[in-house]
């Protein structure tokens, strides 16, 4: 079992940053890539970042790439998302993943299917 507990969501207007933590604890945290997903009212829950469990690569949506960073400090079982340049469109609940997929993309860690552990999220408001 791993669990996960997110923090560092709030409001921030637009151009704003935040950097949301996801802590884990239970099994070997760094035998698992992790990822952070969202979900706005009404919308299914979709992929944001990913980063593989070395740190040494990542992946992320194209309406986030250039804005949003995804990194990971193992020995503080601890995955992070700096979100920078915030805009309205943003605004969504904010899940951390672990997964044992080694793959990135639709099939891989892009997929919420293939996720084993979530966290309870964290809610992030961008106002206009």
């Known amino acids: 079992q791993v669990q996960l507990v997110e923090s560092g969501g709030g409001l921030v207007q637009a151009g704003g940053s935040l950097r949301l933590s996801c802590a884990a604890s239970g099994r070997t945290f760094s035998g698992y890539a992790m990822g952070w997903f969202r979900q706005a009212p009404g919308k299914e829950r979709e992929f944001v970042a990913a980063?593989?469990?070395?740190?040494?690569?990542?992946d992320y949506a194209n309406s986030v790439k250039g804005r949003f960073t995804i990194s990971r400090e193992n020995a503080k079982n601890t995955v992070y998302l700096q979100m920078n340049s915030l805009k309205p469109e943003d605004t969504a609940v904010y899940y951390c993943?672990?997964?044992?997929?080694?793959?990135?993309?639709?099939?891989?860690?892009?997929?919420?299917?293939?996720?084993?552990?979530w966290g309870q999220g964290t809610q992030v408001t961008v106002s206009s």
């Open positions: 980063i593989s469990y070395s740190g040494m690569n990542t």
């Open positions: 993943g672990a997964s044992i997929s080694p793959l990135f993309g639709p099939s891989g860690l892009a997929n919420a299917r293939k996720y084993s552990y």
